[in-house]
């Protein structure tokens, strides 16, 4: 079974600052990860999934790297609308188990 | 544009069967050649997968639920359906329908909804 580890846990930044936030898969997933953005009473939403590309309408502040096991999400100049919790996921387990990090809270 | 909206029971007593079904508008659930499922979030916590299901022919679960969980499909409704047996308190979620990125079931969710809180007790 494949573990996601995400961290920090807790990301305190300044607005227009920017963040990077890591995901360490357990094994080498090559570039089956996808990242999620969560505000507060929302769904979560996809950001970036082939651990670089960006879905559909996703600002170009945030971006995606990484491949094998270490995996980055920078978001440069945060605005105000970007502090929330932030997942990563894996989706090279077969039979599939989308197994999701713990999350990184980015606070102001 | 698809949406996806979840309905269903937001109480459900314990050892019961917990049954919620996605609504698919703004697209067919039959043509369109996705994996849907379910994602759970207990609160305050992080997100996990249920599993997923392509034309009712392949289904996918999580190994840890496995032995309580279906999902289904009712094309001729556009809709999809988690029935999840014996539930405990340890079930208390918000339930998320969702939508896979393409016809696998191993790949990224691009489309969700809303989500549905779903309280197991007495």
């Known amino acids: 079974e494949i573990m996601m580890t995400q961290s920090p846990a807790t990301l305190s930044v300044s607005p227009g600052e920017g963040a990077t936030l890591s995901c360490r898969a357990s094994?080498?997933?090559?570039?089956?990860l996808a990242w999620y953005q969560q505000r507060p009473g929302q769904a979560p939403r996809l950001l970036i999934h082939?651990?670089?590309t960006r879905a559909t309408g996703v600002p170009a502040r945030f971006s995606g790297t990484g491949s094998g096991t270490d995996f980055t999400l920078t978001i440069t100049s945060l605005q105000s609308e970007d502090f929330a919790v932030y997942y990563c996921?894996?989706?090279?387990?077969?039979?599939?188990?989308?197994?999701f990090g713990g999350g990184t809270k980015v606070q102001i | 544009q698809l949406q996806l909206q979840e309905s269903g029971p937001g109480l459900v007593k314990p050892s019961e069967t917990l049954s919620l079904t996605c609504t698919v508008s703004g697209g067919s659930i039959n043509s369109d050649h996705y994996y849907w499922g379910w994602i759970r979030q207990p609160p305050g916590e992080g997100l996990e997968w249920i599993g997923s299901v392509f034309s009712s022919v392949n289904t996918y679960y999580n190994p840890s639920l496995k032995s309580r969980v279906t999902i289904s499909i009712d094309a001729s409704k556009n809709k999809f359906s988690l029935r999840l047996s014996s539930v405990t308190a340890a079930d208390t979620s918000v339930y998320y329908c969702?939508?896979?990125?393409?016809?696998?079931?191993?790949?990224?969710?691009?489309?969700w909804g809303q989500g549905t809180m779903v309280t197991v007790s007495s």
């Open positions: 996921q894996e989706y090279e387990s077969w039979p599939p188990r989308a197994t």
């Open positions: 094994q080498n997933i090559y570039s089956n």
């Open positions: 082939g651990a670089s």
């Open positions: 969702v939508r896979h990125v393409g016809a696998t079931a191993a790949h990224a969710f691009d489309v």
